[in-house]
T-cell receptor, first 116, second 116 residues
Framework: EADIYQTPRYLVIGTGKKITLECSQTMGHDKMYWYQQDPGMELHLIHYSYGVNSTEKGDLSSESTVSRIRTEHFPLTLESARPSHTSQYLC???????????????FGPGTRLTVL | AQTVTQSQPEMSVQEAETVTLSCTYDTSENNYYLFWYKQPPSRQMILVIRQEAYKQQNATENRFSVNFQKAAKSFSLKISDSQLGDTAMYFCAFMSGETSGSRLTFGEGTQLTVNP
């Protein structure tokens, strides 16, 4: 398994709470990603980063925000959680290999979030 | 924008038999990469096999092989000698080789069950 970690693995919280989902990788990868995945459904990119101090919104609109202060760390924050935020959140990272070489993405174990 | 379609939400196969999962995609690009990822129940997403569009030869990884038909924009996964551990959700994914970011676009997924 790849060296990419997510905490917590499971989180149940009440509406209106501020939460931060942690993602860390020890591979020195410059690119990192956050995906949202509903049960049995495809993954949707919500945020990505090319490197330190770089963050971009993904294909699916999300009320969450991200930061990239350190290469290895890419936390996702929800300022005020709502039941509609209930989902699984997957973090991934990749490294540019140069030339025509693809950038394989390695995934973390995910955080399953339930907002009551 | 690219799209990826997996038309088989669920499939099942007997242990030791062969199964093929379908995937089609739509893109106007000529340089891209295709992937099959496996997501076992409550386990991390892992890469199964990858294919560079500029390579005509179909990729093979042990019991896993692909049938890449570039003109038809088809990318099916064949699993030979199926094992119980192959039970998982399988996602087909597309990555552009012409735009930066290494972003993946996923299909809806196929739930494969291997029966003893």
């Amino acid at each position: 398994e790849a060296d990419i970690y997510q905490t917590p693995r499971y989180l149940v919280i009440g509406t209106g709470k501020k939460i931060t989902l942690e993602c860390s990788q020890t591979m020195g990868h410059d690119k990192m990603y956050w995906y949202q995945q509903d049960p049995g459904m495809e993954l949707h990119l919500i945020h990505y980063s090319y490197g330190v101090n770089s963050t971009e919104k993904g294909d699916l609109s999300s009320e969450s925000t991200v930061s990239r202060i350190r290469t290895e760390h890419f936390p996702l924050t929800l300022e005020s959680a709502r039941p509609s935020h209930t989902s699984q959140y997957l973090c991934a990272s990749s490294e540019y290999l140069g030339g025509p070489s693809y950038n394989e993405q390695f995934f973390g174990p995910g955080t399953r979030l339930t907002v009551l | 924008a690219q799209t990826v379609t997996q038309s088989q939400p669920e499939m099942s196969v007997q242990e030791a038999e062969t199964v093929t999962l379908s995937c089609t995609y739509d893109t106007s690009e000529n340089n891209y990469y295709l992937f099959w990822y496996k997501q076992p129940p409550s386990r991390q997403m892992i890469l199964v096999i990858r294919q560079e569009a500029y390579k005509q030869q179909n990729a093979t990884e042990n019991r896993f092989s692909v049938n890449f038909q570039k003109a038809a924009k088809s990318f099916s996964l064949k699993i030979s000698d199926s094992q119980l551990g192959d039970t998982a959700m399988y996602f087909c994914a597309f990555m552009s080789g012409e735009t930066s970011g290494s972003r993946l676009t996923f299909g809806e997924g196929t739930q494969l069950t291997v029966n003893p």
